[in-house]
């Protein structure tokens, strides 16, 4: 027992001295205590601005000018000389026609106007018998040529009532039928007159025949013309509905041809957006295909009337195309909506939600102060004060979360 209690004796004398270190230890550390470190705030002075609201319509650019492209004529195409997506200037063959039975007409009229000339030389002039001669022999020829065309075109018109033929191959037939009645009448005409009179009457009526046979040559001309189709505006074809060896018409839509060089948006908007654009000012509008880049445009056009269904008024946006803008890309429009000018503003990221409403921390003498606050009108950047903070007052944007009123911080940064 006496060994036992020797034992708890040393023990209580160890335990006493390391309590006792301890106690000393802690008196002599007293200046290590820990002191609460300085937040660090970012600041921006309130200030007196315009701000402006804007809102977004949707579009889809689309060219100026977009030009159908038609034959004036129906015929074969011979060639084709431009694809889709390639660039063309104004003038410039698109295609051809095959011209082989046009080149016969024009070279038939002509054979027409040289025989009407040479009548007409012939009634001026002195050798009265040998004009008739000759005009009988032509009524002759004539004649020959009508019957023998007028044999094919009713043999090919049975044949296209069968289906052998098609419809513009009788076409052809019942031209070259036409064409000789009308020159067997001209020939019948022009011998009867010599035979009634040779005389001033004589002369009139040939030089007449001479200016109608001339016409026929200029029409004959010009549908050999029509066979070259080209292109009415420079731009970029769109689209092509036609190939060589197709047979096509007038109303055929053979190329579809865009100018490229200026695109347009356009937008349906109230009258209270209308009001407030003017003709000729700069729009921005946001490229969705281009992660929302702004673009500038031009407003070209304003409608006069609201529409009679939605009441809204369209505005055209011209823009000058570039190698990243495509036609039928979406487009979002952007247009002012509301303007406020010298208003007390702060951004947005220093006005805070709290139950009591918005708030908004302010740096004083280097304290925090938080002040509640009457906001107005904002945009995705700015917010009105009505009322709350005055011009200069040095907002906290960036910091003040887990602040205190009164307490002490450290401006890092401000504006």
Known sequence: ???????????????????????????????????????????????????????????????????????????????????????????????TLDSGDLQAQLQQQQANLEVSEANLAKTA??????????????VENKQITYEDAKKKYDLNQQLYASGVIAKLTLDDFQKQYASAEVDLRTAQDNLKLLKEKSGPDSVSVASAQVNQAAAGVNYASEQLKNTVITAPISGTVSGRNVDEGEIISGSTAALTIIDTDTMMAEISVPDKVVAKIEKGEIISLKMNALENKLVEGVVDYISPNADSKSKAYTIKILLNTTDDLKSGMFAKVVLPEAVKENVLTVPNEAIKTENSGSVVYLVAEGSVKKVQVTTGLANDRFTEIIDGLKVGDEVITEGQIFLNEGEKVNVVSGQ
């Open 125 to 138: 002039g002195s050798a009265y018998d040998q004009q008739v001669l000759q005009a009988e022999q032509t």
């Open 1 to 95: 027992m006496k060994h036992i209690k020797g034992l708890g004796l040393g023990l209580g004398v160890v335990i006493s001295g390391i309590i006792l270190v301890a106690l000393i230890s802690g008196f002599g550390n007293k200046e290590a205590e820990v002191v609460p470190s300085i937040k660090n705030v970012t600041t921006v002075t309130a200030s007196a601005a315009t701000l402006t609201t804007e809102v977004e319509y949707a579009s889809i650019l689309k060219p100026v000018q977009e030009v159908t492209v038609s034959s004036k004529i129906a015929g074969r195409v011979a060639t084709v000389q431009v694809e889709a997506g390639d660039r063309v200037e104004k003038g410039q063959v698109l295609f």
